[in-house]
């Protein structure tokens, strides 16, 4: 039997945001300021912002905006945004339980036991001919460099938590650029 996350969670429904390449993800766009990703996340629920720990020196201060859905009790944020001051938005995390549906090529990327979405992402990348991409943890996930795949843990299954991005502040890949808090070995617990 399949396992229903949102059922689980008592989640009625996903939001469904659409996932543009290099643009941005629902109604957050690459580049936004802070105050700009509150206002498009109002949409989904309140916003709270927080300063993100220093990183590497190349990296320019970062926040951290959480966003959670409106009306529920309080729970995990739906989605996190990482915005630098020197390129705007450049990371959206959609949480594996709370967040909104994204699809990818036509199959969900939000939500999923990671086995299934790798069977997905090798049937599709196999009908066009394409390829799969995997994390350095395992994870695989469509070839999309704007795509990261991440893992969250959800009572005993371990969930995609995917993360849109861009590069930022010099940075040579969305891996290079990942958000220290991010990148704690691919496991979040919900």
């Not at 969305?174 to 958000?179: F, I, N, R, T, V």
Request: with cysteine; hydrophobic share 40%.
């Amino acid at each position: 039997m399949p396992f229903n996350t949102e059922a689980d969670a008592g989640l009625a429904e996903r939001d469904e945001w659409s996932y543009s390449p290099a643009a941005g993800v629902g109604p957050l766009r690459f580049g936004m300021t802070v105050d700009e990703v509150v206002e498009a996340a109002e949409t989904l629920g309140q916003s709270s912002i927080s300063d993100c720990p220093p990183g590497p020196a190349i990296f320019s201060p970062t926040w951290k905006i959480e966003v959670h859905r409106r009306g529920r009790a309080p729970s995990a944020p739906a989605v996190t945004a990482y915005v630098s001051q020197a390129a705007g938005l450049f990371c959206v995390a959609a949480d594996a339980v709370h967040g909104p549906q994204v699809a990818y090529a036509g199959f969900a990327l939000v939500g999923r036991h990671l086995s299934e979405l790798e069977r997905d992402a090798i049937a599709y990348a196999e009908s066009v001919d394409g390829h799969v991409r995997y994390t350095p943890e395992g994870y695989a996930g469509p070839d999309d460099s704007g795509v990261v795949m991440r893992g969250q843990r959800f009572g005993q299954a371990l969930l995609s938590r995917p993360l849109f991005m861009v590069t930022r502040d010099g940075a040579n890949t969305e891996w290079d650029s990942l958000p220290h808090e991010e990148h704690r070995n691919g496991q979040f617990h919900a």
